[in-house]
C-alpha cells in the first residue's frame, strides 16, 4: 500500500523515493564528493536507504535534497546545522499540510453526511398529521385595563 494514496502499488514501478543510486552515481548527479555524502549522512542531513549488506542507496528525492544542502552551504552561507533544522522544519510543514488536508476531507465527509442525514429527517416527516391553516390578519385592537384593588 502506498501510504500516501492508500492504493496498492506495483512493487517494480519506480518512484522519486525509489532508492536506486549507490553513492558514486549520487554523488556525480549532485556535485558533490562522495565523501561529502557520507558526512551529510553522518550529520541525519540527507539520510539515504541501506541495502542488506549496508551500502547506501539515494533516490531522486534524496539526490534533489543533496543539491539543496548544496546550494544552501555555498551560495546562502548557512551552516550544517542550520540546514539541518531548515530541512526537519520544512519536512514538519510537509506533515502539518497533509494532516490539515487529511481533517479538511474528513469534515467535508461529514458534513455531507450530516446534510443527508438531515434531508432523510425531513423526507421522513408525516405532513399529513399536521392541520394547516390559513391565518388572517386581524386588525382588532384589545385594550388591557388591569383590575382596581379597593
Not at 565523501?35 to 528525492?61: F, I, K
Not at 442525514?117 to 423526507?123: C, G, I, N, T, W
Not at 392541520?131 to 386588525?139: C, G, L
Request: proline content about 4%.
Amino acid at each position: 500500500m502506498d501510504g500516501r494514496t492508500g492504493r496498492s502499488r506495483n512493487p517494480y514501478e519506480l518512484t522519486e523515493e525509489s532508492p536506486v543510486y549507490v553513492i558514486s552515481v549520487a554523488a556525480q548527479l549532485s556535485g558533490l564528493h562522495p565523501q561529502t555524502l557520507r558526512q551529510y549522512d553522518r550529520l541525519g542531513l540527507v539520510s539515504p536507504d541501506r541495502t542488506a549488506g549496508r551500502g547506501r542507496r539515494y533516490s531522486a528525492r534524496d539526490i534533489e535534497l543533496l543539491r539543496t544542502v548544496q546550494q544552501l552551504s555555498q551560495d546562502e552561507g548557512i551552516n550544517l546545522a542550520g540546514i539541518k533544522r531548515i530541512i526537519e522544519l520544512e519536512n514538519q510543514v510537509a506533515a502539518l499540510q497533509q494532516r490539515v488536508a487529511e481533517l479538511s476531507s474528513a469534515v467535508e465527509g461529514a458534513a455531507a453526511a450530516m446534510q443527508q442525514r438531515e434531508a432523510q429527517v425531513h423526507a421522513s416527516y408525516r405532513r399529513d398529521l399536521v392541520p394547516y391553516q390559513d391565518v388572517q390578519q386581524a386588525s382588532a385592537l384589545v385594550v388591557w385595563r388591569p383590575k382596581r384593588s379597593e
